[in-house]
């Protein structure tokens, strides 16, 4: 059975960084992408970004590029979502998800993590 466990969200001031853990386990994943979602409340939940399982392809929201950086650890089935310049508008319940499309449709992603919180004060 699949599995995503994440980790590293927490309490930022403004302008400060935190990384995302998000391990995987259960099967082999050379096929799959790796994804992150955040949902703040009162709004939908939302893409971040995205890379393929072996790291040769991301793909970012306006929004995080230049921010944010996605990267992956073959040897540890884990992805991480490192994330600078933080701003309140920031402050979400990040995903991670797991899925055999390189996309940004959160429908396109079967496995899915517990979520982390990120809260950024100003």
């Known amino acids: 059975q699949v599995q995503l466990v994440e980790s590293g969200g927490g309490l930022v001031q403004a302008g400060g960084s935190l990384r995302l853990s998000c391990a995987a386990s259960?099967?082999?994943?050379?096929?799959?992408?790796m994804a992150w979602f955040r949902q703040a409340p009162g709004k939908e939940r939302e893409f971040v970004a995205v890379i393929t399982w072996k790291g040769d392809n991301t793909d970012y929201i306006d929004f995080a590029r230049g921010r944010f950086t996605i990267s992956m650890d073959n040897a540890k089935n884990t992805a991480y979502l490192q994330m600078n310049s933080l701003k309140p508008e920031d402050t979400a319940v990040y995903y991670c998800?797991?899925?055999?499309?390189?996309?940004?449709?959160?429908?396109?992603?079967?496995?899915w993590g517990q979520g982390t919180q990120v809260t950024v004060s100003s």
């Open positions: 998800a797991l899925g055999l499309t390189f996309s940004s449709v959160s429908s396109d992603f079967g496995f």
């Open positions: 259960g099967r082999t994943f050379s096929r799959y992408a």
